[in-house]
């Protein structure tokens, strides 16, 4: 029973481990609130909105909804069960993609440890790729059509008339899920190219149909597409873009970043050499790329080519060159493993070690970077109290206008909209390159922030504070009488204008905590505001250190160190909550509590030094 079923069991834990992480996908909810709408216009006769609507700077800009139906597709997970129900739908999509991958190298002859053995090495190479986002949807059909394709390369005979209407379905459904569909166009053309190349040649029918199929499919998927057969030319516009090729993280080359030193992108390495390595020490094995140029392992010469470049010039490519190469991978495994050290029981064994150490301490994305798991639920940096608190502010104008980050946009609009709109959020298509340049150009310094508030007069500022790469911006914003803090969290900080009803803080400020502020006539005061802080976010260090020192000054010296364990409990990078534990510790007699507590705010120190 463990022999048959232990890798199966083992990968289910590992997909666990590594797919149930917070949802911190900023563009997750740009895509919930675009679902939405969707759902509205058609609940009330209307198309699919193939305008913006969301931001007041590109507000009726037409734009190509790329993704409308997987936006569907994730507003139904939503509704059906909230953020458990994303991250439901997320480890399904994740399921559905090693099922695919597995279907496919079995098809080829490779042993069912060796295709364990690959799909957990996948999941631990592409883990921080697997996010709630569109192109996982796009990958289960990617899984699935090499699914499709492997029975007539492999089998060398016609694909049925079902599989190839299996083909022209998939490659139709992704043409409306995701632009990478052109991943789905490459994978028929390489098919049909191998297919024609392979010795002994494969009967015509197998080019013919699988060509035909994939050319059916694309066309119907253009067909239904609400932007008819532009969605062709999106992703070449898309890759066009200076803005998105030269900001966006994913975008830029590994080696343009430090990502190449992640561990990520050295199991990739680890997968591309593995399998070349396996093509060729053994042409003779099932799943291995240069047999006798059979159409199967041609098919994975082209892919590994025609993936693999990609890879080094795109982050985002590098899980996409992972996941497509997996079958052969696995071939490869198999060529290269004695079966006495590749078996059902070790690779189940390792397996499932890996996911029991990810969900204890996170995955490492770096020795010292670990995306940790769930709780919580949704990732704290997202602006969720920051939302609510604006949602509840009284006076503001209909369609009121946010000057937002970019990174706050998505959420602010799946929450606000429409009675706020954003400045900007994470669809550079719906803003082109030359709005997103202006825009992203004013956080760039205070001045070209200030001139920016000024010449758009906004309703209000929303920054994610501890992402501004100007920190003058905030001093500014302190500093000009026509804007007041009125909220503050660890991550966001919202400012109104002086005339709003709001009331402002008086002893917060982001990243900045005076306590010398405090005095015992504004004690009370310090202890309220540090009360209201808190409600926004439950053991946040502003409000600790605010509401704890409040609380000292009064000479409550007990209350303010039982306040500050529990936020130390967090185990927050804070200098000043650590110093301000030691003092807490040390007025009620912990001398040894104060020193640790000291120490280790001095080793935070420095590590902001450096």
Known sequence: MIRRFGPAVALLLLAAAVTLTPLASNDLWVHLAAGRETMRSLETGGGIPAEERFSWTAEGRPLVPHEWLSELIFHAAWQAGGAKGILALRLMCVLAILAGLKHAAARAGVSPAAIAAAL???????????????????????AWLLALLAAPLCDSANPSWLRSLGIAVLLALWVNLHGGFIIGAALAAGAVAAALAASPRLPFGVPLRVAGAAALGLAAGALVHPSGWRIFTFPATLAGSEIVNDRILEWRSPFETTYWSTIPFILTGVIALVTAAGAVTSVDRPGSLLRARRAWPVLGVLVWLGFGFPALLHIRSAADFA?????????????????????????????????????????????DQRVL?????????????????????????????????????????????????????SRNEAYGDELTERILSSFRSASAFGAQIVSTQPDLVVLAWRQLGEPA????LAADPAWKLVFLDDYTAVWARAASTASALQFAAPGQFDPRRITPDSAEAAVSEGTRLLGWQPRGVMGTLVFSWGLMVQGRNKEARAALEATAEEEPDSPALWSTLAQARSRTG????????SNKAASLARQDTR
């Open 323 to 367: 996941i497509l190469l997996s079958p052969w991978t696995a071939g490869a495994i198999e060529a290269l493993a004695t079966p006495t050290l590749i078996t059902g029981t070790a690779v189940s064994a390792i397996s499932a070690v890996a996911a029991v150490l990810i969900a204890r301490f996170g995955y490492p994305v770096r020795l």
């Open 590 to 597: 912990d001398s040894a509590g104060a020193v640790e507590a």
């Open 373 to 425: 798991p769930i709780p919580p639920l949704i990732a704290p940096a997202t602006p969720a109290a920051a939302a609510e608190f604006i949602a509840g502010l009284p006076g503001l104008p209909a369609e009121a206008r946010l000057f937002n980050s970019y990174t706050l946009g998505g959420y602010l609009e799946w929450r606000l909209y429409p009675s706020a709109r954003v400045l900007i959020d």
């Open 120 to 142: 957990a090495l996948l999941l631990l190479a592409a883990a921080p790729r697997l996010l709630e986002r569109p192109h996982l949807l796009g990958w289960v059909a990617a």
């Open 473 to 476: 911006i905030l001093s500014s």
